[in-house]
């Protein structure tokens, strides 16, 4: 009876054990998981304490100042070649001359030049004076010469690459056939070069890349990054002529008013075909740009609705001038308007000027006459806005292009100037609420303001893979050092 009396309560007892064991070790895994999680947020917690001291990034809490960021002064650009870059090796010693044929307007070209010096180097080859565009759109007969200054291109860039006018006499008499011509494909790597490109060099000893833009990847080591930087930065620098025309220019907004904020339209009818959009003047509009289009037979079929809603539609004047006002800027604000022909001329541009009235062009600040020299050139024309641009307080980009880019890169690379790029996927949402009155002055601004906030050319918006490396030069940019 003892025996069945000891047997009776073991299984209650031993379920009662078993949850005892399972309460505390639930307890034990909580505390457990507790500690670690405290323990990760604490560590994240000193991480971003840390970055936040040795990176101060853009409290959008405090007033951001719209004509220059609080952190550009702790910027620089850094391009100086490292102690184990090769240098150039002699002309008569490299693997022979490299021909390169550019393509597109002048700031693509100017993309073309500056990635042809940094192949030139891979290829360990002389590089020629580039060959510039004559035959697409713009249909511009100025060389490399009529544009940049030859000598100092080739002098500046003495240490990295050999770079010649011409193609020696005695070279081009010892040539049994034409210079083999080849075109790389978009963005190829070093390897690329390397395995395709230079034998074909060694053994021609002239080679001839056609069509060179964008045929060199972001992706290369910060060494190349830099001389990409050197040649784009420091080695192009346009010829007397333009750059004194340029600096008047400046001199004569300058003196109107002590800053001035700079405006790429880029309203232009080709822009507005290639993008695909449409801004409501019904099949008129759609007649005109639908005629341009055919010059791109690869152009694919776009949907307008869709396009807009990506945010690859470029705002109308009216709107960059909303956009301005939205952000601060008064109306007494001086405006320095880059452009070519604006689709729907006048009546396109008459909002943008009803809110900004102190509107000048080149066109409007140079002298009489004083431009008649550069009208047939597109390209002069080009670099003439590139000068007043550059040289801005602000500067406003409305679209994706190549003078946008390598502005913005620019800007970024000279320390930080500020420079705003419409954040045209969310500005479009809030111009259509604007414009069916779903939104009132103070609301909008506020929104205007907040979609804005990473697009206004601050330092923290710089990160290594971001975009087009001439947009964002993060190899060639350093912070200096701050004692705390």
Same mark, same amino acid.
């Given at each position: ?52 001291? !040795? ?5 959008? &809490?405090?007033?951001?100042? !719209?004509? @220059? ?37 002048? &700031? #693509? ?138 600096? @008047? ?15 790429? +339209? ?28 055919? $010059? ?22 009216? =709107? ?10 008064? &109306? ?17 541009? #008459? ?6 009235? &102190? ?5 409007? +600040?140079?002298?009489?006459? =004083? ?9 002069? +024309? ?23 880019? !390598? ?55 710089? $990160? ?21």
């Amino acid at each position: 009876m003892e025996k069945k009396r000891f047997r009776r309560p073991w299984p209650c007892m031993k379920k009662a054990l078993f949850s005892r064991s399972f309460g505390v070790g639930l307890m034990l895994f909580i505390l457990g998981l507790t500690s670690l999680l405290m323990g990760n947020i604490a560590s994240d917690l000193h991480w971003s304490q840390f970055r936040r001291r !040795i990176q101060p990034k853009v409290s959008h &809490n405090k007033r951001l100042d !719209i004509w @220059k960021s609080n952190y550009s002064d702790l910027y620089y650009g850094c391009s100086v070649r490292g102690a184990s870059f090769r240098y150039a090796v002699p002309e008569n010693r490299s693997n022979g001359y490299l021909l390169i044929a550019t393509s597109g307007g002048l &700031n #693509q070209q100017r993309i073309g030049i500056s990635d042809a010096v940094v192949v030139a180097w891979i290829l360990n080859a002389t590089l020629v004076i580039p060959e510039m565009d004559h035959y697409s759109f713009w249909k511009d007969d100025s060389d490399f010469a009529n544009i940049f200054d030859v000598d100092w291109f080739i002098s500046y860039l003495s240490n990295d690459v050999p770079v010649v006018k011409r193609i020696p006499d005695r070279v081009m008499r010892s040539m049994e056939r034409l210079p083999w011509t080849m075109r790389p494909p978009r963005k190829s790597m070093p390897e690329y070069y390397l395995e395709q490109v230079l034998p074909i060099l060694r053994r021609r000893h002239v080679l001839q890349l056609t069509k060179f833009d964008y045929r060199l990847t972001n992706r290369l080591d910060e060494e190349l990054q830099k001389l990409r930087c050197r040649a784009n930065f420091h080695a192009l620098r346009f010829t007397s002529s333009i750059e004194n025309i340029g600096q @008047k220019l400046v001199q004569k907004i300058r003196g109107m008013s002590s800053r001035y904020v700079a405006v790429h +339209l880029r309203f232009e009818p080709d822009m507005l075909a290639f993008s695909g959009c449409y801004y409501g003047g019904g099949d008129k509009e759609r007649a005109e740009l639908g005629e341009i289009r055919k $010059r791109w037979a690869t152009l694919p079929d776009l949907s307008e609705e869709g396009e807009r809603s990506r945010g690859k539609c470029p705002l109308t004047p009216h =709107e960059i001038g909303m956009m301005l006002k939205a952000l601060g800027f008064g &109306n007494d604000t001086y405006l320095y308007v880059a452009s070519g022909e604006i689709y729907g001329g006048e009546k396109t541009l #008459q909002p943008l000027k009803n809110l900004f009235p &102190n509107y000048y062009t080149k066109e409007m +600040l140079a002298d009489p006459g =004083e431009l008649e020299p550069f009208l047939p050139f597109s390209s002069r +024309l080009a670099a003439l806005d590139f000068i007043v641009s550059d040289e801005s307080d602000v500067f406003v980009t409305n679209n994706n292009g190549n003078m946008a880019k !390598i502005l913005a890169g620019r800007r970024r690379y000279m320390g930080h100037k500020r420079t705003i790029r419409p954040n045209a996927k969310k500005l479009s949402i809030l111009f259509r609420a604007r414009n069916q009155m779903k939104l009132d002055w103070e609301a909008f601004s506020t929104k205007v303001k907040s979609a804005q906030s990473n697009f206004m050319g601050e330092p923290d918006e710089m $990160r290594p893979g971001r975009g087009d490396f001439h947009e964002f030069p993060y190899s060639c940019i350093c912070k200096k050092e701050i004692s705390h």
